[in-house]
């Protein structure tokens, strides 16, 4: 790849910026001053706002439309529905934050106080926080790369006043990519409770929710486990059951993971 | 942000590097050396590479799950049906690539020669690339931040050889981030036919899908128009047809005249469809009278007819 030399030590290597490999790196400055090995310092800072936060799932799934959002949507109306329950629900999906839409919140604002963002309560009981709520527009398109969304999702879990919670869901967009990877990083010394990854029956999807279950495994994030999604259809007009998404293969079998 | 300070002058800015607010930037150096406002001399190699492809088309959403890379394929087959028409496929979702199951293609591995990298070919006339064939198994998850994935996509446009193209159909991930804007930066210089929208009646949808057409006006990219999948359900048992995703705001059709974008067809959801798709095959093939199949080959020859008012250097014969 251009952008990291192939015999790249490492940022947290002692040669880091050092190497014959780094020359024409264009981190190779960054890496040199010991700046990218440095631990960053939003992850205490978010252990500390963390720590009133008693559980923490991600809601995850290597593909694309199978009903994440629907699916955290429902576990923060379920589990908000004992009202001495506190339940925060984050979207992390920044260029597609369907919760706001899911949730009935379209066209709330954020509000800033002193103890940082305050997210926007559906309930007592259930807060909400999206970049949905940031934009002037439903419609206006958010287009970042990753750095900048990075940067976000870190906004997200060291500024939201979140308060006492019982369960954080975090909502994330399809892939194994940059919001993975910070929601993971971010909240490393915070521990998450877990994942559950939503998937359909069809092969396409289990294909991409292997790489998830890898990505989990990989990260060292524990899966509390998997939902099955769109498993069949009752026609409306004969009542019979069809299945919409056949599956050729048990999704038990191949994925070994409690269901 | 934290990585970009709120004063940034930007990084083609003269300024860039130097100003009061670039202190502690972690970019700092970059920019001041220059290097940052430099083009990237990949968009001249990439506009060499692509005077071999006449058409290009993006296949995009702002929606996952919509159907990119069923349809993708399925343009890709329609296209190469016509043995006279060279067809290529590349699939830039790095973190899912579908391409390789759909086209039954899993297992097969990309091979170099002098020239670049051989596409893998389903027919003489159908090459098709994705990361899925640089992977050692299928369930490796490629778990890469944006540039990594920048780095891909440019040595999928810049070292591929592709040959003489009549259509190079790109299938995208779902978004607005990385992957789409490297594409369309690495093809600024070589000319882009259009974007092809994918999307379900939906209104989470076609929410998301507003935002890729904000997108693409923003880019300045050409939208050949939107095709809206999943149109209602046919039941194989009763033949009552239903809504599954209820388009409670007018679907397609109603956002399409909305934003003044062509809607190009809708196609229903037929479950054979997802079947073919996981056994790798054409779902022309498996079910050629079906209103889907239909509906896909009069989608197919709209974008033709759309490609075929444009000139391969890109003069337009007829205002689009």
Redesign the interface.
């Given at each position: 790849?251009?952008?990291?030399p192939h015999d790249c030590p490492g940022v947290s290597s002692a040669q880091a910026g050092r190497g014959a490999s780094c020359q024409g790196c264009?981190?190779q400055?960054?890496c040199a001053s010991g700046?990218?090995a440095a631990p960053d310092p939003?992850i205490e800072e978010i252990k500390e706002k963390m720590k009133t936060v008693k559980h923490k799932i991600l809601v995850l799934s290597?593909?694309?439309?199978?009903g994440k959002?629907t699916f955290s949507a429902h576990l923060a109306h379920g589990l908000a529905e004992d009202e001495n329950t506190q339940v925060a629900l984050l979207d992390i999906d920044?260029?597609?934050p369907?919760i706001p839409?899911?949730m009935g919140l379209e066209g709330e604002q954020v509000h800033q106080s002193g103890s940082g963002w305050s997210p926007v309560f559906l309930e007592d009981n259930l807060g909400v926080m999206s970049v949905g709520f940031l934009l002037s527009s439903?419609?206006?398109?958010?287009?970042?790369?990753?750095?900048?969304?990075?940067?976000?999702i870190?906004?997200f879990l060291r500024d939201v006043d979140w308060g006492e919670v019982d369960y954080l869901i975090v909502d994330t967009?399809?892939?194994?990519?940059?919001e993975?990877?910070s929601a993971v990083q971010y909240l490393a010394a915070a521990h998450i409770d877990g994942a559950v990854i939503i998937t359909?029956p069809?092969?396409?999807s289990l294909?991409?929710v292997?790489?998830?279950i890898?990505?989990c495994h990989?990260?060292k994030l524990p899966i509390i486990g998997v939902v099955e999604n769109m498993s069949g259809?009752t026609?409306?007009?004969?009542q019979?059951r069809?299945?919409?998404?056949?599956?050729?293969f048990l999704l038990k079998h191949r994925i070994h993971q409690p269901l």
């Open positions: 790849m251009e952008e990291v264009p981190n400055g960054l700046a990218a939003a290597g593909k694309g439309g199978v959002s920044i260029c597609g369907s839409k899911i439903p419609d206006d398109a958010v287009i970042w790369r990753g750095p900048k969304k990075n940067g976000m870190k906004q967009p399809p892939g194994t990519s940059d993975h990877l359909t069809q092969e396409v294909q991409d292997r790489k998830e890898n990505f990989k990260v259809f026609c409306p007009k004969c019979v069809v299945a919409t998404k056949e599956s050729l």
